[in-house]
């Protein structure tokens, strides 16, 4: 899950940066972002993917005792330090550098990259403006559905609550359903079956 989850990470990277390529640099758009840079995307996102990763395995080697069933439907890092015989304080601290930190730098990056197209946009006529703002919407809301729950469960200290299922099962399934319907909203095929439907 959590190789899964990085890889998601960088992908979302890589799509900022073609839009960035294909809004700010278009007439570079063919020679940046070649057959050969798309695969580099790919295999550095699966490799980046290896980071988040990490920290379950520190988890495996924790002593367990007492009650061996854990309220979340996948195994999450904060219900596993729970049931730990031992002080998981700095554990904890790790779980917020690798799941919560990486996320919070990924967000930061991704808006940024946001930023400084909205700022190249800024002096174009408004039918260009209007194109670039509706290339670039479905990936910003896309980041905003992904990452505003996954830093509300991973940027705070190393304690459940009662909100972390609700807001676990929103990146880990439904953002990720609503993907192919944020994306395809931008097909005309897709707005005037809406407007049928």
Do not use: W
Not at 49 to 62: K, M, N, R, W
Not at 88 to 114: D, E, H, P, R, W
Not at 170 to 176: E, G, S, V
Request: aromatic share 14%; hydrophobic share 50%.
């Amino acid at each position: 899950m959590r190789f899964f989850r990085g890889i998601k990470f960088f992908i979302l990277i890589g799509m900022a940066f073609d839009r960035f390529v294909a809004i700010c640099r278009p007439l570079h758009y063919v020679v940046i972002m070649s057959r050969h840079q798309c695969d580099l995307l790919i295999v550095a996102s699966c490799a980046g993917g290896f980071l988040p990763s990490f920290s379950p395995f520190i988890l495996a080697i924790l002593l367990y005792c007492g009650p061996n069933e854990i309220d979340p439907y996948f195994c999450d890092a904060y219900p596993l330090l729970k049931l730990a015989c031992m002080d998981t304080s700095k554990i904890g601290l790790l779980v917020i550098a690798n799941s919560g930190l990486m996320g919070l730098v990924t967000f930061v990056v991704l808006l940024i990259s946001c930023a400084v197209i909205l700022y190249t946009v800024k002096s174009c006529f408004a039918e260009s403006r209007h194109k670039a703002l509706s290339t670039c919407s479905p990936h910003i809301t896309v980041v905003v559905l992904f990452f505003a729950p996954l830093l509300f469960v991973y940027i705070r200290p190393a304690t459940t609550f009662l909100e972390d299922k609700m807001f676990t099962l929103f990146y880990t399934i439904i953002a990720p359903m609503l993907n192919p319907l944020i994306y395809t909203l931008r097909n005309m095929e897709m707005k005037n079956a809406i407007k049928k439907f």
